[in-house]
Nanobody, 126 residues
Framework: QLQASGGGLVQAGGSLRISCLAS????????MGWFRQAPGKEREFVTTISRSGGTTYYADSVRGRFTISRDNAKSTSYLEMNSLKPEDTAVYYC?????????????????????WGQGTLVTVSS
């Protein structure tokens, strides 16, 4: 089970950190990813991190502004979002993929993830 939290309203240019708490499986066995769905649009890939934490991938739209991390001791993945723009407004979903090797990050397709959280809304005002 994945529980996303930390969403809210922030002004453009501001920062926000959202979290994803995992339960039910050993967190260190899960590759984590974040996706988002803006109003009227399809859900899209944002970022992913390997089990080791050493490999990350980002969508071009967020690279350099967003940072994914994980704390295996706390079974939590974090998404630090800086220099937020109104177009970052979306429901953010965390996802987990079980079975990849320790150093491989996840894929960019939703179908590659086994578990999904309920989403947390991030609203960026202009």
């Amino acid at each position: 089970q994945l529980q996303a939290s930390g969403g809210g309203l922030v002004q453009a240019g501001g920062s926000l950190r959202i979290s994803c708490l995992a339960s039910g499986r050993a967190f260190s066995n899960l590759v984590m990813g974040w996706f988002r769905q803006a109003p009227g649009k399809e859900r899209e890939f944002v970022t992913t991190i390997s089990r080791s934490g050493g490999t990350t991938y980002y969508a071009d739209s967020v690279r350099g502004r967003f940072t994914i991390s994980r704390d295996n001791a706390k079974s939590t993945s974090y998404l630090e979002m800086n220099s937020l723009k109104p177009e970052d407004t979306a429901v953010y979903y965390c996802a987990a993929d079980f079975g990849r090797n320790y150093y491989s990050a996840g894929g960019r397709a939703e179908t590659e993830y086994d578990y999904w959280g309920q989403g947390t809304l991030v609203t960026v005002s202009s």
